[in-house]
């Protein structure tokens, strides 16, 4: 027996096209490298998409594969993942499903007596394998599922047997990620040969006594600008097991090459700064490269926005880059210190805040900046009124704001 064991692919959640390109084409790879593997059957641990209501264009490719799929004779088992359910818990996977191109192997009742779940076992015609599994909600809300969950019946269960999760396990945390809430792994059913995990996109891969090989195999591929840079692709598992013998491969996918830039910007200026990136990337072969630059620091003088980043965007792209992303959170200026917060109440707080960072940029007299500030605080705070349109509510504010400063 052989199969694949996915997860988090989050299409749809880049905002750049090129990026959700990268991200789909993931998933169409990774698709073809599990029917060159001959694999019996796919698992997807939850957040295929990353929303309940993915594009039209999306659907398209995604469908049009897993018929490819379907007409192969290889089943794809899933579970939801946090990101896949709508507000009213409807989720996309039950249109594909319904169509015949996934099965979601979430399914059960609810013992009346007990009040207990009931997990049903899906079984692979091929394999015999018998595979179940959770949900996954936002802000650990499966945490109840598994608090009511009738163990006994699924730990008794003989054969070869699965149980898929997408939700945040102690035991399988990263130490980045170790202030994460979570749930402990008693919390899964005992005694299953596999646990396909979902929700951390950081590949694990452990064995617990009484439980066996839990893993997250991460993400299909990287789904932020520090995902990129932590991990530069994605990737998935190929399980091969045969009698008592398991054997769990993790295959990285590159879909793209990846250039990481990280410069340490402390007393330097704008115009230095951009001389110096320009300099760095002169003459390297950044063909069909995804490059990241991450700048952090204090500028000697001058504002962020006074590096160039038009010509050195422009200049990476001549280079024959893929596609450039920026990131300057940590990169800071000296016009403006470091904000000190002490312990008190919100009010207080703010007070303080406003108070210590006055005059900085002398505009107004100190009274009168004090004043603005407080109160352009209380009107950008304000709230839709019950009934109100959106449009109407943006008209009220911004005429306030008018009035405030004098603008009419």
């Known amino acids: 027996m052989k199969y694949a064991h996915l997860a988090d692919l989050h299409l749809g959640s880049w905002r ?11 998933f169409l790879t990774a698709i073809d490298q599990c029917i060159e593997k001959k694999v019996d059957f796919i698992l997807f641990a939850g957040d295929l998409f990353n929303t309940s209501l993915p594009s039209l264009e999306t659907l398209k490719i995604v469908t049009k594969k897993l018929k490819e799929l379907n ?18 818990g ?23 007596e007990t009040k207990q779940l009931q ?17 996954g909600r936002r802000g650990l809300l499966d945490k109840t599922y598994y608090q009511n ?14 149980f898929m999760f997408h939700t945040t396990l102690s035991e399988l945390k990263p130490k980045h990620l170790e202030m994460m809430e979570s749930s402990p792994a008693s919390f899964l059913p005992k005694h299953f040969n596999y646990y396909a995990g979902g929700h951390i996109h950081h590949p694990t891969k452990i064995d617990l006594p009484e439980y066996g090989t839990l893993t ?38 590159e879909i793209i090459k990846h ?38 620091g204090t500028l000697e003088h001058g504002k962020v926005h006074d590096i160039n980043f038009k010509e050195i965007i422009q200049q990476l792209y001549s280079q024959g880059a893929y596609f450039v992303m920026k990131n300057t959170a940590k990169l800071n200026t000296e016009e403006f210190e470091e904000i000190k917060i002490s312990n008190s109440n919100p009010e207080l707080i703010e007070e303080e805040t406003i108070k210590e960072h006055l005059q ?25 009124k019950e009934g109100e349109t959106i449009t109407d509510f943006q008209n009220r504010v911004e005429e306030e704001l008018d009035k405030l400063l004098n603008l009419d």
Not at 119 to 135: N, S, V, Y
């Open 16 to 26: 750049e096209q090129k990026m959700r390109d990268i991200s789909t084409k993931a």
């Open 71 to 88: 007409d192969k004779d290889i089943p794809l088992y899933a579970i939801a993942g946090s990101h896949d359910f709508s507000p009213s």
């Open 90 to 112: 409807k989720t996309m996977l039950d249109v594909l499903e319904n169509a015949g191109l996934l099965k979601n192997v979430c399914k059960g009742t609810i013992n009346q």
């Open 119 to 135: 997990l049903q076992f899906t079984i692979d015609e091929k394999t015999g394998a018998k595979i179940t599994g959770m949900l």
């Open 149 to 162: 969950l009738e163990r006994e019946l699924l730990e008794k269960e003989q054969g070869y047997k699965i």
């Open 216 to 253: 997250y195999p991460g993400a299909l591929f990287p789904n932020s600008f520090s995902e990129i840079e932590k991990y530069e692709n994605g990737g998935y598992y190929i399980i091969e097991a045969n009698n008592d013998v398991q054997e769990i491969e993790w295959i990285p996918l």
């Open 259 to 296: 250039y990481s830039f990280i410069m340490d910007c402390n007393h330097k200026s704008p115009e230095v700064i951009s001389f110096e990136i320009i300099n760095h990337f002169h003459n390297r072969d950044l063909n069909n490269h995804l490059i990241t630059i991450k700048l952090n």
């Open 360 to 384: 900085q940029i002398k505009i107004f007299s100190k009274e009168t900046e004090l004043h603005l500030t407080k109160e352009l605080l209380n009107y950008l705070n304000k709230s839709k």
